[in-house]
């Protein structure tokens, strides 16, 4: 059986104008290694769900990526993290909401699912669990990072703050040029072929309230059904939120018939796109083809399968 691994660091608004040589070699750098550690389960004969931490562990650790380490700041000047897994043989979930100083996240969301009778922890509780199954936690020093702290104080005082007003903060966001979804996420197809998928983010500067996005929600930000599809998505997560986009693909495919890039350019390029949502997803079905679609600029993404294709871009 085929076996694929696909991965995303975020979409958004990545041109070529907007990078420069040693940022495409550290992206490129990035994926490659999220990519070798992810595929290495897979090549070993490991199930897609390990294969699926493995990558996004990677990711997470690199600041570069919105994503454990790299985690954005909070309008408190914090870092709240979301992460959910979902494993495609049983449609069995783990997630995790608002977290802080836990430095794999997508580790807890695998624990969540494996040992908590729950789906999905928030906040304090999540923290409890995760001590209580000793996962590494990390002091706020680690995710102390002096771009994205400049790119908060850049926001904080200026869209932000104006928007606040009309009570849209999102919408400053995403009107910034600067502005990208670095989240990270990760599907697999194994050579059983089971599909998982991961997705694991900082969510979005200046956020506040403890506001969750798409990521660690079910059917939304992430989803994986051996027999549809396993997508992990990157974006303006309220629009994601509101669009079920996950689950809209799987849907597709299950009762209209549509073939993994049909679905998933219906719901990204049409369905999103009419209500004013941007961003994009990384998808695998079962028989190990894999797909990219986004409505923004770019997409940090990657996939390497075992019938010898490698692919890792940023552009649209
Ligand atoms: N979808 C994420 C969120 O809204 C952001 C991202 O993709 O970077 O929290």
Redesign the pocket.
């Known amino acids: 059986m085929p076996i694929t691994l696909a991965i995303h660091g975020?979409?958004?608004n990545i041109t070529p104008a907007m990078m420069n040589k040693q940022q495409e070699a550290e992206y490129d750098a990035g994926l490659k290694a999220a990519l070798d550690a992810g595929y290495d389960v897979l090549k070993g004969g490991g199930n897609a769900m390990d294969a699926v931490v493995a990558a996004i562990a990677v990711l997470e650790n690199n600041p570069i990526f919105?994503a454990g380490r790299g985690s954005v700041f909070t309008k408190k000047g914090l870092h709240e993290m979301?992460a959910a897994i979902m494993d495609g043989r049983n449609l069995a979930a783990g997630a995790v909401a608002g977290v802080r100083n836990i430095k794999n996240p997508i580790k807890l969301a695998k624990d969540v699912l494996e040992h908590s009778g729950h789906v999905l922890l928030s906040g304090s509780g999540a923290a409890e669990f995760a001590l209580s199954r000793g996962l590494e936690m990390a002091t706020d020093d680690y995710f102390f990072n002096k771009l994205r702290y400049d790119q908060w104080v850049k926001i904080r005082d200026s869209d932000f703050t104006q928007l606040d007003h009309e009570g849209d903060n999102l919408k400053g966001a995403a009107t910034n040029p600067d502005y990208?979804?670095?989240?990270v996420g990760a599907v697999a197809c194994d050579e059983q072929g089971n599909l998982a998928a991961g997705t694991s983010?900082g969510?979005?500067t200046n956020?506040r309230y403890g506001r969750?996005?798409?990521?660690p929600i079910v059917g939304a930000?992430t989803y994986a059904n051996n027999n549809t599809c396993a997508i992990s998505?990157?974006?303006?997560?309220?629009f994601?939120l509101r669009a079920v986009v996950a689950h809209d693909v799987a849907c597709l495919i299950e009762y209209k018939g549509l073939t993994l890039q049909q679905a998933c350019d219906t719901v990204i390029k049409d369905k999103l796109v009419k209500m004013g949502g941007e961003?994009g997803l990384i998808a695998v079905n079962a028989g190990g083809d894999h797909c990219f679609s986004f409505n923004s600029a770019g997409m940090y993404r990657a996939v390497r399968d075992s019938k010898g294709y490698e692919e890792i871009a940023y552009y649209g």
């Open positions: 975020g979409a958004g919105n979301d990208k979804f670095g989240t983010t969510g979005m956020k969750v996005g798409d990521s930000g998505c990157t974006g303006h997560g309220e994601f961003g």
